[in-house]
């Protein structure tokens, strides 16, 4: 069965460091996402994607953060320089269409550590 | 702003018993609704969805949806020690808009 699929598992960087974080959507599903979910909270939305544009995004999503889809499989995650409070799960989703049939498939996450 | 409330728990429950999981949301425009199962320091998995008002049932889990109170629920039959983990319940205003999550309720089977 597909699957979304995330790398790294975790990233320990510095603050004030770049850090990317790449998804592979599954294969014929057209809108991704991005959520967080810092420890013991719950699961935010961060943005939204679909046609090489942002369809949505939290007030979460500010300056400090841009997502690409550089080639026809990845969609990647760019903080620009991470705070200590970026430390959380970065988790992707993806989903076929925006039929309400269609649901929204999470990838396994990565693990963001900032120090 | 766009709630989702849930009780926290832990919901303690004995195995072969009935689990039933609340949820409240706060958009009237809300029009899909999710609940997601999370174990610890995974990923959220896909249990059931529900849009109309009603039940919809899958296999031991039944969803219920009432959109006049703003409420779904989540019953799990014949609860299994296997079905401990925290149960999210999300909604969505359609289109392709991001998901609006509950903190989760913590279920514990007891065997």
């Known amino acids: 069965e597909p699957e979304v699929t995330q790398t790294p598992s975790h990233q320990v960087t510095q603050m004030g460091q770049e850090v990317i974080l790449r998804c592979v959507p599954i294969s014929n599903h057209l809108y991704f996402y991005w959520y967080r979910q810092i420890l013991g909270q719950k699961v935010e939305f961060l943005v939204s994607?679909?046609?090489?544009?942002?369809?949505?995004k939290s007030e979460i999503f500010d300056d400090q953060f841009s997502v690409e889809r550089p080639d026809g499989s990845n969609f990647t995650l760019k903080i620009r320089s991470t705070k200590l409070e970026d430390s959380a799960m970065y988790f992707c989703?993806?989903?076929?269409?925006?039929?309400?049939?269609?649901?929204?498939?999470f990838g396994p996450g990565t693990r963001l550590t900032v120090l | 702003q766009k709630e989702v409330e849930q009780n926290s728990g832990p919901l303690s429950v004995p195995e072969g018993a009935i689990a039933s999981l609340n949820c409240t949301y706060s958009d009237r425009g809300s029009q899909s609704f999710f609940w997601y199962r999370q174990y610890s320091g995974k990923s959220p998995e896909l249990i059931m969805f529900?849009?109309?008002?009603g039940d919809k049932e899958d296999g031991r889990f039944t969803a219920q949806l009432n959109k006049a109170s703003q409420y779904v629920s989540l019953l799990i039959r014949d609860s299994q020690p296997s079905d401990s983990a925290t149960y999210l319940c999300a909604v969505s205003g359609g289109g392709a808009d991001g998901l609006t999550f509950g903190k989760g309720t913590h279920l514990i089977i007891q065997p």
């Open positions: 989703a993806s989903r076929t269409s925006v039929f309400p049939t269609d649901t929204q498939y």
């Open positions: 529900i849009y109309s008002n």
């Open positions: 994607f679909y046609n090489n544009e942002i369809s949505e």
